[in-house]
Structures are given as structure tokens and as C-alpha cells.
């Protein structure tokens, strides 16, 4: 894929950020990953990249500050005497020696990047996680240009999002990203003319009550609730017609606590028929009569992805590419979703004002989707293809 997607861009500069480097079991396979890192960067080296750099967060027993993030930096000899790397301790940009460096260990030391996970009390709700950012900044011809892998909070209930509230992931997710955006923007060295290039999984959603209403259109809704020794009932006067707000609305806090599951099933049929369900909704369980559909028809539903909206200093190239996650992780079924989430395109690059004047510059920029049709894991892979003039 490398050597591929390197050829049809042409690329000078190729950065490359890991979210849950080490995977989802990474206490076992962490081992694995700088071994794999070196094998991408002699590959890379067989391209014409003589120069890389790569930052790895690996140390998962030091708990306050694993992030699990990784970024990997890729340059063509021809950048030799244009590119420098900002040392974020002295101050200063130096230039890159030719060859591969990566750092591993004790890299809360390394001042070449900015590493932070974000504090416990943004989300105090839920299991304290591995989520945070790394900046890098480089100048490419005395042009400054901020880095940013991110990694941003998920939504831990399906359940939460429509008995509770709809936007309390997003809400977070916004504080954590305008943390990010307060934190470059206050250890840079020009505050208006630097352009910012943030990309990760920032875990973006789809917005729960549009979408619901646009695939459940016809349905009546019904919930199940937990008895006290944890098995599943109907609740006897449950159903309503569709809308989440008729369960955001529910009076009882009890209820609140004890709801299970949430079913839209067809207004013809009985709401006794559990055949006739069309979406059934559990904490993480996304189960839909049709799952292709959603796969297929994504164009139907692209503009309920509204969380970018959140963040008008940012900017983003038109998506042309089906959802990000979450596709299957069983080889043999690569071409579907998985039945955990609502899909959503949570893998993404922004980039500030100073950024996408750079970018609107490059007619032929392509923001794009890999491993269609492979086993990538849960989340597709998103790439970026632009030409910066200061680069050439």
C-alpha cells in the first residue's frame, strides 16, 4: 500500500499516525510494534525516503501518560537541505540528518514532540483511557507547519446517546479538542500564520436523533428494562412513535437507569413480533435489518455527520468516502459492519484557515479511504494527498 499510494502521489513528505499502537491487546502484541515500525521504514528507505523519524508511545505500565500513539515522518533526499524539525525545549529548528530514528523509550523526554493525555477530570464518567495527542512541528523552506495526532474520546453507550443525552460524547469531544487546539496554539512561535494539520481518530458521530429518524422512518419504538437479577423484559407500555426525545423524556430516573435496550420495529406489525424489529439498540450493540443498506447507501446519511461543525476554525475536504468504522474485524467478512455502532466517519484531517489556503491551492488534493475491501480492522485507514508549494 505504501509503495502505491507513493507512486500516485509523488510524494516528498509522507507522515503517518497510529492510534492504539500495540492494538486493542496491547499489554501482548505492544512488543510487536517497533520491529513492525522498522520494516515500514526500510521499505520506505527502498522509495527514496533516506530520511524518518518516529515517535512511538509504547510504555503502557506508565499509566498517567500512555497514550498509544505513534507518528511516523518519511522525506525524500530531495527535502535534505529544506526541512528542519522545531525543538519544542530549546526553541530552536535544527536540520535532519539522512536516516531513521525512532524513539521508543522515555519518550515524555523527547523534546522533537508534544505529548499529552488528556487529564482525568474531562471525562470522570468513564474508565480512565489511553486517549491524547502528540504535535510535531517541521519548516519546509522556512514555512512552519504543526503536526498533530490526535486520538479523541469514543462513545462508550449506544444506550447513553438516546436516554440520556444525545450530544454527551460530543460535548466532551469538543472540550478535548479545543484543549488541543489552546495547547498549540499556546507553544507557537507565530500565533496567525502557521499552518495546522490535525488528523487521527477524533471518534466523530454521526448526530443520534437524525439518523435515527431517517432509518427508522415509519417505526414505532419500544424499550426493555433490567430486572434486578439482570435478565430482559419488555416494559409494559413502552412504545411509542418514533422520536428519541420520547425516551430523553421519560420521567422516571429509575427508568432511565434500568433501560437495556431500545427497538424500533414496524408500525404494521405487532410490537409483540420481535421478528418484525428493524433496529434493535443495546449499550454496544447496533443492530439494523439491513446492514448492507447502510453500507450502500451512506450518501443518504453523510449529512448527519455534523460534529466537524463544532469547530469553524476548522476546515476539511469534501468526504467522498463511505464511513471510517466500524467494519468487521473477521477477515472473511471484510466488506461489512461490524453490529457494535452506528457508523460514522471517526477517522479525519482538519486543518486550521492558514492550512486550507495551502491546500485550496491544490486542484488535484484527494482526501480519501483505503483497504475497502481488506481486513484493516475496525477502522479504515484515511489518506491525504496535497501539494504545498513552499514544499517544491
Same mark, same amino acid.
Given at each position: 500500500?505504501?509503495?502505491?499510494?507513493?507512486?500516485?502521489?509523488?510524494?516528498?513528505?509522507?507522515?503517518?499516525?497510529?492510534?492504539?499502537?500495540?492494538?486493542?491487546?496491547?499489554?501482548?502484541?505492544?512488543?510487536?510494534?517497533?520491529?513492525?515500525? #522498522?520494516?515500514?521504514?526500510?521499505?520506505?528507505? *527502498?522509495?527514496?525516503?533516506?530520511? $524518518?523519524?518516529?515517535?512511538?508511545?509504547?510504555?503502557?505500565?506508565?499509566?498517567?501518560?500512555?497514550?498509544?500513539?505513534?507518528?511516523?515522518?518519511?522525506?525524500? =533526499?530531495?527535502?535534505?537541505?529544506?526541512?528542519?524539525?522545531?525543538?519544542?525545549?530549546?526553541?530552536?529548528?535544527?536540520?535532519?540528518?539522512?536516516?531513521?530514528?525512532?524513539?521508543?523509550?522515555? /519518550?515524555?523526554? *523527547?523534546?522533537?514532540? +508534544?505529548?499529552?493525555?488528556?487529564?482525568?477530570?474531562?471525562?470522570? +464518567?468513564?474508565?480512565?483511557?489511553?486517549?491524547?495527542?502528540?504535535?510535531?512541528?517541521? +519548516?519546509?523552506?522556512?514555512?512552519?507547519?504543526?503536526?498533530?495526532?490526535?486520538?479523541?474520546?469514543?462513545?462508550?453507550?449506544?444506550?447513553?446517546?438516546?436516554?440520556?443525552?444525545?450530544?454527551?460524547?460530543?460535548?466532551?469531544?469538543?472540550?478535548?479538542?479545543?484543549?488541543?487546539?489552546? #495547547?498549540?496554539?499556546?507553544?507557537?512561535?507565530?500565533?496567525?500564520?502557521?499552518?495546522?494539520?490535525?488528523?487521527?481518530?477524533?471518534?466523530?458521530?454521526?448526530? *443520534?436523533?437524525?439518523?435515527?429518524? +431517517?432509518?427508522?422512518? $415509519?417505526?414505532?419504538?419500544?424499550?426493555?428494562? %433490567?430486572?434486578?437479577?439482570?435478565?430482559? !423484559?419488555?416494559?409494559?407500555?413502552?412504545?411509542?412513535?418514533?422520536? *428519541?426525545?420520547?425516551? %430523553?423524556?421519560?420521567?422516571?430516573?429509575?427508568?432511565?437507569?434500568?433501560?437495556?435496550?431500545?427497538?424500533?420495529?414496524?408500525?404494521?406489525?405487532?410490537?409483540?413480533?420481535?421478528?418484525?424489529?428493524?433496529?434493535?439498540?443495546?449499550? !454496544?450493540?447496533?443492530?439494523?435489518?439491513?446492514?448492507?443498506?447502510?453500507?450502500? =447507501?451512506?450518501?443518504?446519511?453523510?449529512?448527519?455527520?455534523?460534529?466537524?461543525?463544532?469547530?469553524?476554525?476548522?476546515?476539511?475536504?469534501?468526504?467522498?468516502?463511505?464511513?471510517?468504522?466500524?467494519?468487521? #474485524?473477521?477477515?472473511?467478512?471484510?466488506?461489512?459492519?461490524?453490529?457494535?455502532?452506528?457508523?460514522?466517519?471517526?477517522?479525519?484531517? %482538519?486543518?486550521?484557515?492558514?492550512?486550507?489556503?495551502?491546500?485550496?491551492?491544490?486542484?488535484?488534493?484527494?482526501?480519501?479511504?483505503?483497504?475497502? /475491501?481488506?481486513?484493516?480492522?475496525?477502522?479504515?485507514?484515511?489518506?491525504?494527498?496535497?501539494?504545498?508549494?513552499?514544499?517544491?
Amino acid at each position: 500500500l505504501l509503495k502505491k499510494f507513493q507512486v500516485a502521489a509523488q510524494a516528498h513528505f509522507v507522515a503517518v499516525h497510529m492510534q492504539e499502537a500495540g492494538g486493542k491487546n496491547f499489554e501482548e502484541f505492544t512488543v510487536q510494534v517497533p520491529g513492525m515500525v #522498522e520494516k515500514i521504514a526500510f521499505r520506505m528507505n *527502498c522509495l527514496g525516503y533516506t530520511i $524518518g523519524r518516529a515517535y512511538l508511545d509504547l510504555d503502557f505500565e506508565n499509566v498517567d501518560q500512555y497514550t498509544a500513539l505513534g507518528s511516523m515522518y518519511f522525506f525524500m =533526499e530531495v527535502l535534505y537541505s529544506r526541512i528542519e524539525q522545531y525543538d519544542f525545549v530549546t526553541h530552536e529548528y535544527s536540520r535532519l540528518n539522512k536516516g531513521f530514528e525512532m524513539m521508543e523509550k522515555e /519518550i515524555d523526554k *523527547c523534546s522533537k514532540i +508534544r505529548k499529552k493525555k488528556f487529564p482525568k477530570d474531562f471525562w470522570p +464518567r468513564m474508565k480512565w483511557g489511553r486517549k491524547g495527542y502528540m504535535h510535531s512541528r517541521f +519548516r519546509f523552506n522556512n514555512q512552519p507547519i504543526d503536526i498533530v495526532n490526535v486520538h479523541l474520546f469514543h462513545d462508550d453507550s449506544n444506550i447513553a446517546l438516546i436516554q440520556e443525552n444525545p450530544l454527551m460524547y460530543s460535548e466532551n469531544r469538543k472540550r478535548a479538542l479545543n484543549y488541543v487546539l489552546d #495547547e498549540v496554539s499556546r507553544n507557537c512561535i507565530k500565533q496567525n500564520d502557521t499552518p495546522l494539520f490535525i488528523f487521527g481518530d477524533l471518534n466523530f458521530r454521526l448526530n *443520534c436523533l437524525t439518523f435515527l429518524n +431517517r432509518i427508522t422512518e $415509519g417505526a414505532d419504538i419500544r424499550h426493555d428494562s %433490567l430486572e434486578s437479577f439482570g435478565s430482559l !423484559k419488555d416494559s409494559a407500555g413502552s412504545s411509542n412513535r418514533l422520536g *428519541c426525545g420520547n425516551i %430523553l423524556s421519560m420521567p422516571s430516573d429509575h427508568l432511565k437507569r434500568s433501560i437495556s435496550a431500545v427497538e424500533f420495529r414496524k408500525t404494521q406489525d405487532s410490537l409483540e413480533d420481535r421478528n418484525n424489529c428493524v433496529l434493535r439498540i443495546e449499550k !454496544k450493540r447496533f443492530d439494523y435489518i439491513n446492514h448492507k443498506q447502510l453500507l450502500n =447507501e451512506w450518501h443518504q446519511y453523510l449529512e448527519d455527520d455534523r460534529e466537524a461543525k463544532n469547530f469553524p476554525m476548522l476546515f476539511e475536504l469534501p468526504i467522498h468516502f463511505p464511513p471510517t468504522y466500524p467494519w468487521s #474485524e473477521d477477515p472473511t467478512e471484510s466488506g461489512s459492519f461490524m453490529k457494535t455502532r452506528a457508523p460514522a466517519w471517526c477517522d479525519r484531517v %482538519l486543518m486550521n484557515s492558514d492550512a486550507f489556503q495551502l491546500v485550496n491551492s491544490d486542484n488535484d488534493a484527494k482526501y480519501d479511504s483505503i483497504g475497502k /475491501i481488506v481486513c484493516m480492522g475496525d477502522h479504515k485507514v484515511i489518506i491525504y494527498f496535497l501539494a504545498i508549494d513552499v514544499i517544491y
